[in-house]
């Protein structure tokens, strides 16, 4: 099984990046020794692409995406496994993707809104990561749903928090994202994300339980 995530840019270094981070991640969640070959797609449209090619030369494959905006309730009823990611993608100007044949909604996976959204869901360990300077006042209320959280407040929350640290640079998706992916703890976020636990919860289904 791959697993074709949006992230990780151009270049060869920030995708292993991606790679390690999202697997940290996993593992830390439940899957080590039953985890899925990660695969940095870069953009969005090529991470989409690149997980059409591998269904329709009859790979199993799951995606996984920024939901980039608010997902509607018509897309999240009933039991998290019938969810219809496929239904906001598709509606989603810049996006209209079409669901390839043969894959169902379990196969594809939101970050909602964003995956610096799993962030907020852990403030401790941005602090620890970001160290003196770091302003958790800058952040969203922790009592938001990070998934109500638009992606660009989040950015510019991040970008606000981080401005005065005294150890590291401002936050920066290629410098710092994949870090702390790394860092976070997956029961934090599972438990502020319905879409994140949904991905865990189906992809260690898919991956042997």
């Not at 270049?11 to 991606?18: E, V």
């Not at 006042?137 to 005294?166: F, G, H, M, W």
């Not at 290629?174 to 992916?181: A, P, Q, R, W, Y």
């Not at 976020?189 to 319905?194: E, G, K, M, N």
């Amino acid at each position: 099984m791959k697993l074709y995530v949006e992230g990780g840019g151009d270049s060869n270094m920030l995708k292993t990046a991606c790679r390690a981070g999202f697997s940290d991640f996993l593992s830390k969640a439940g899957l080590k020794g039953k985890m899925p070959r990660i695969v940095a797609c870069g953009s969005r449209q090529n991470a989409y692409d690149s997980f059409c090619t591998a269904i329709n030369t009859g790979e199993d494959a799951l995606l996984l995406v920024d939901s980039e905006a608010s997902v509607s309730a018509d897309c999240q009823q009933g039991d998290a496994e019938n969810w219809k990611p496929w239904h906001h993608l598709k509606n989603r100007q810049g996006d209209q993707w079409d669901k390839p044949e043969n894959v169902d909604d379990a196969d594809c996976h939101l970050m909602v809104q964003c995956m610096e959204a799993w962030f907020l869901a852990d403030r401790d360990s941005l602090q620890s990561f970001f160290g003196q300077g770091f302003n958790a006042n800058a952040l969203p209320a922790a009592d938001n749903r990070i998934e109500s959280v638009a992606k660009e407040q989040i950015y510019q929350a991040l970008s606000a928090a981080t401005r005065n640290c005294k150890t590291k640079a401002k936050y920066g998706k290629g410098e710092h994202s994949f870090k702390l992916l790394a860092l976070i703890s997956p029961d934090r976020v599972t438990a502020a994300s319905p879409w994140a636990k949904r991905f865990i919860d189906i992809t260690g289904d898919k991956m042997g339980g």
